[in-house]
Protein backbone atom coordinates (compact mmCIF):
# COMPACT_ATOMS: atom_id res chain seq x y z
CA UNK A 1 0.00 0.00 0.00
CA UNK A 2 1.35 3.51 -1.11
CA UNK A 3 1.79 5.46 1.94
CA UNK A 4 0.41 9.08 1.87
CA UNK A 5 2.03 12.62 2.02
CA UNK A 6 1.66 14.90 5.25
CA UNK A 7 1.76 18.65 5.31
CA UNK A 8 2.15 20.84 8.02
CA UNK A 9 0.52 23.93 6.79
CA UNK A 10 2.40 27.68 6.65
CA UNK A 11 0.82 30.73 7.50
CA UNK A 12 -0.21 32.97 4.32
CA UNK A 13 2.92 35.27 3.86
CA UNK A 14 4.09 37.23 1.44
CA UNK A 15 6.57 34.56 1.00
CA UNK A 16 3.88 31.38 0.12
CA UNK A 17 6.66 29.26 -1.86
CA UNK A 18 8.72 26.83 0.38
CA UNK A 19 11.57 25.98 -1.36
CA UNK A 20 13.67 22.40 -0.02
CA UNK A 21 17.49 24.40 0.28
CA UNK A 22 19.22 20.92 0.39
CA UNK A 23 17.93 19.97 -3.00
CA UNK A 24 16.42 22.96 -4.58
CA UNK A 25 14.56 21.10 -6.28
CA UNK A 26 11.16 20.67 -4.63
CA UNK A 27 8.92 23.57 -3.81
CA UNK A 28 5.24 24.07 -1.73
CA UNK A 29 3.11 26.54 -1.84
CA UNK A 30 1.85 27.15 1.85
CA UNK A 31 3.22 23.87 3.37
CA UNK A 32 5.81 21.67 3.87
CA UNK A 33 6.07 18.32 3.32
CA UNK A 34 6.94 16.28 7.12
CA UNK A 35 8.71 14.74 7.93
CA UNK A 36 11.25 15.49 5.04
CA UNK A 37 11.84 16.47 1.59
CA UNK A 38 10.38 13.70 -0.95
CA UNK A 39 13.01 14.07 -3.22
CA UNK A 40 16.37 14.45 -0.72
CA UNK A 41 14.88 13.65 2.63
CA UNK A 42 16.35 16.95 4.47
CA UNK A 43 14.75 17.43 7.40
CA UNK A 44 13.75 21.32 8.24
CA UNK A 45 15.65 22.95 5.37
CA UNK A 46 12.96 25.07 3.60
CA UNK A 47 12.77 28.67 3.34
CA UNK A 48 10.18 31.11 2.17
CA UNK A 49 9.70 33.04 -1.59
CA UNK A 50 8.11 34.79 -3.43
CA UNK A 51 6.75 33.51 -6.92
CA UNK A 52 9.18 36.27 -8.13
CA UNK A 53 12.44 35.69 -6.61
CA UNK A 54 12.04 32.13 -7.58
CA UNK A 55 11.75 33.28 -11.57
CA UNK A 56 15.03 35.15 -10.66
CA UNK A 57 17.11 32.05 -9.58
CA UNK A 58 15.14 29.19 -9.93
CA UNK A 59 15.59 26.31 -12.25
CA UNK A 60 12.68 25.56 -15.46
CA UNK A 61 11.90 22.84 -13.86
CA UNK A 62 11.23 24.54 -10.03
CA UNK A 63 9.44 27.25 -11.89
CA UNK A 64 7.02 25.06 -13.16
CA UNK A 65 6.50 23.01 -9.92
CA UNK A 66 5.99 26.20 -8.17
CA UNK A 67 3.43 27.42 -10.32
CA UNK A 68 1.69 23.79 -10.85
CA UNK A 69 1.42 23.87 -6.87
CA UNK A 70 -0.13 27.64 -6.84
CA UNK A 71 -3.05 26.98 -9.18
CA UNK A 72 -3.95 23.75 -7.99
CA UNK A 73 -4.39 25.64 -4.42
CA UNK A 74 -6.19 27.95 -6.53
CA UNK A 75 -8.08 25.38 -8.13
CA UNK A 76 -9.09 23.78 -4.33
CA UNK A 77 -9.92 26.75 -2.81
CA UNK A 78 -13.57 27.81 -3.89
CA UNK A 79 -14.81 24.25 -3.48
CA UNK A 80 -13.69 24.81 0.11
CA UNK A 81 -15.19 28.32 0.27
CA UNK A 82 -18.76 26.87 -1.64
CA UNK A 83 -19.05 24.48 1.20
CA UNK A 84 -18.33 26.53 3.84
CA UNK A 85 -21.37 28.55 2.28
CA UNK A 86 -23.65 25.78 2.68
CA UNK A 87 -22.97 25.03 5.50
CA UNK A 88 -23.18 28.68 6.76
CA UNK A 89 -26.64 28.70 4.77
CA UNK A 90 -27.93 25.71 7.14
Not at 26 to 47: A, I, L, N, R, W
Not at 68 to 73: C, G, I, Y
Request: aromatic share 10%.
Amino acid sequence: MASTQSFWPVSHRDDDFWVCMSCLGEVFYQKVPMPDCPSCHGVSTYEGFTLEAIRDWGTEDLIAKAVAAQQASAAAQPVVESAASVEAAD
